[in-house]
């Protein structure tokens, strides 16, 4: 895999769903599109397989990965559910929710996947492609972001290549994410109790209003990365960030949302859900103009805008 265009991009369909999943089968790497972002899949029982998903991203070894499964039937055979996560994956999944969990001691995959931590990150994605794919391949896998690691998330198979092409086997070609947004990331603690360790398209505010009768504990989150998306710097552009941004200053790439028009808008009605699926287009937009810096317009943090401010934090870092 050397050279331009060495990725062999493949159709979203049963062929090209087959083709890929004797790629993963032999130990190789494809991207594939999910609800969420483009996830970069290896099978997760080959310590090989995993590695190479590593050295691909050149993603740093303490930074665990999320494992993707068919159902909540086959996360059981990784991880320890009880009522809580049961709860949640029964009514959730497939969808963009992941859950940590307890490891099981028996769990036949590969050490890289978790980092060295007891827990565990598994989602069953709703996405059609993907849900075949898991439907075509007997083992789970695992799927990061389809990008080197630390910089924009890809929504499109183009974004892959722009950052991946020769790097991996194959992609497939989806179209654009509809979420354009990661999962989001819940630990079920002891006793029940709840941690979001990252914000997301699903709304754990409604999570706590249907489930349960406290609010979330502040002195639960152990601190540390136990998950994806924790490091202070991510999904960077490259370029400086301005955030809270009401203009473009001179050598500034404007990303608009309502009534801050921009290069790029996020969502001129400002739509959140609109913004979210829009936020990485317009990042990878503003990364490749000539313009040296970036400046956003103030997003409302509320609703899934708290995922999109989360990412633009990071971006800014």
Partial sequence: MTGKNATETLRADAAGIAHAAAILERGGLVAVPTETVYGLAARADSAEAVARIYAAKGRPSFNPLIVHVRDAEQAQAYAQF??????????????????????????????????????????????????????AVDFPLAAPSANRSGFISPTSAAHVLASLDGRIDAVIDGGESEAGLESTIVAIREGGKWDELRPGPFDTAAMHRFYYDRPLDPEAHRGGVEAPGQLSSHYAPGKPVRLEASEARNGEFMIGFGDVAGDCTLSSSGDLTEAAASLYRCLHEAAVSQQPEIAVAPIPNEGIGKAINDRLRRAAA
Wanted: hydrophobic share 50%; net charge negative; aromatic share 2%.
């Fill in 82 to 135: 009880d009522e809580a996560a049961s709860l949640l994956a029964e009514n959730h999944w497939p969808g963009p929710l992941t859950l940590v969990l307890p490891r099981k001691k028996d769990a036949n995959l590969a050490p890289a996947v978790t980092a060295g931590l007891p827990t565990i990150a598994l989602r069953a994605p709703a996405h059609p492609v993907m849900h075949e794919l898991l439907g």
